[in-house]
């Protein structure tokens, strides 16, 4: 797995969420339950991960839906 994005911004989370299943895409969230740790300030970053074979199918999905900046490295 590949980390697709990370960002502290939770209704972002929630919405490549639900573009990468509309799009048939499995990933994981990591870090969501880091909040009790850092006392529920948001100040962690959840990360996007997304199986190697899918890598691109995602960034194209975000790319189509005007989230291309978000995408991590995604000058690579």
């Known amino acids: 797995m590949k980390e697709l994005l990370r960002t502290n911004d ?3 989370v929630s919405f490549v969420r639900a573009l ?3 799009a048939d895409i499995p990933y994981v969230v990591l870090d969501s339950h880091m ?3 850092e006392g529920s300030l948001g100040v962690l970053p959840r ?3 997304v199986g ?3 890598m691109a199918a995602a960034r194209r ?3 189509e839906n005007g ?4 995408i991590r490295d ?3």
Do not use: F, K, N, Y
């Not at 989230?67 to 978000?70: K, M, Q, R």
């Open 10 to 12: 939770m209704v972002l």
């Open 20 to 22: 990468l299943d509309d």
């Open 35 to 37: 909040s009790v740790v």
């Open 47 to 49: 990360r996007i991960l």
């Open 52 to 54: 190697e074979g899918r």
């Open 61 to 63: 999905v975000l790319t």
């Open 67 to 70: 989230l291309a900046h978000e």
């Open 74 to 76: 995604a000058g690579r």
